[in-house]
C-alpha cells in the first residue's frame, strides 16, 4: 500500500524567506504527484502537478520536483508571504491504485 | 469553467440519525468524482469513488454508502451515524483517473 510521508509537519517563517517542503512515498510506481494548498476549512487547491516522467514543474513563485526512484519529491517556495500561510498537500497516483493517495500536510505560518 | 458545490457546509447531528451529503459538478460532462474524509490529525482518507451513473466503488469499509443517480451529482449517505463518522468530508471531480483532481469546498460534520 502506498504511504506517503511530509516533513515537517509545522513550520513557521518570517516572511521574505525561501522554504522547501518535503514529501516522500514508499511506491515508485506512480502515474503522478500533485501537490494541493488547503486553508483553514476549506477544500483543497491544485497547485502543481508532475507526471512520473516529468522532474519539475513550475507555477509563479513555486517549483516542485520530484524523484520517482527515490520516491521524493519537494515543493520550493520562494519570496514567502503571509498569504503563503496554509497546509500544503503531498499526493500520489499510485500506478495500482484508482485515487490518490495523500500525506497528512505540511501547516505553513509565513509571520510579517 | 467548471465548478464543485457541495451542500450543507457545516451540519451537526445525533450519533443513529441518518445523514446525506450532496456534490454537485458543473460545467463538465461524465468526470470521475470522488468522497474524501479527512479527521483530525489524519491524511486524507479515499472514501467512494465513481467513473459513471450508478457505478460506485469503495475504498475502505465503512458506515457510509454513497450514489450517483446524474451524471454530476454524488451523495454520501448513512443510515445510522456513530462518533467516528465526525470529520471533514470533501467532495472531488477529474476529466479523467489520473488527471488533476478539482476539490468542492467541504462539509464539516459533527456527530453528537
Known amino acids: 500500500k502506498q504511504e506517503v510521508t511530509q516533513i515537517p509537519a509545522a513550520l513557521s517563517v518570517p516572511e521574505g524567506e525561501n522554504l522547501v517542503l518535503n514529501c516522500s512515498f514508499t511506491?515508485?510506481?506512480?502515474?503522478?504527484l500533485q501537490w494541493f494548498r488547503q486553508d483553514p476549512g476549506k477544500g483543497l487547491t491544485s497547485l502543481l502537478l508532475?507526471?512520473?516522467?516529468?522532474r519539475e514543474q513550475t507555477s509563479g513563485r513555486l517549483n516542485a520536483s520530484l524523484d520517482k526512484s527515490s520516491g521524493r519529491s519537494t515543493l520550493y517556495i520562494a519570496a514567502s508571504q503571509p498569504g503563503d500561510s496554509a497546509t500544503y498537500l503531498c499526493a500520489v497516483w499510485a500506478n495500482s491504485g484508482y485515487a490518490l493517495n495523500f500525506g497528512k500536510g505540511t501547516s505553513l505560518l509565513v509571520t510579517p | 469553467s467548471q465548478t464543485i458545490h457541495q451542500w450543507p457546509a457545516t451540519l451537526v447531528q445525533p450519533v443513529g440519525s441518518p445523514l446525506s451529503l450532496e456534490c454537485t459538478v458543473e460545467g463538465t460532462s461524465n468526470p470521475n468524482l470522488y468522497w474524501y474524509r479527512q479527521a483530525a490529525g489524519r491524511g486524507l482518507q479515499l472514501l467512494f469513488y465513481?467513473?459513471?451513473?450508478?457505478?460506485i466503488s469503495s475504498e475502505v469499509p465503512q458506515n457510509l454508502s454513497a450514489s450517483r443517480p446524474q451524471d454530476r451529482q454524488f451523495i454520501l449517505s448513512s443510515k445510522k451515524l456513530l462518533l467516528s463518522d465526525s470529520g471533514f468530508y470533501l467532495c472531488?471531480?477529474?476529466?479523467?483517473?489520473?488527471?488533476?483532481?478539482?476539490f468542492g469546498p467541504g462539509t464539516r460534520l459533527t456527530v453528537l
Open positions: 465513481s467513473v459513471g451513473i450508478g457505478q
Open positions: 511506491d515508485s510506481a506512480i502515474y503522478n
Open positions: 472531488a471531480w477529474s476529466h479523467a483517473g489520473t488527471d488533476t483532481q478539482y
Open positions: 508532475i507526471q512520473s516522467s516529468q
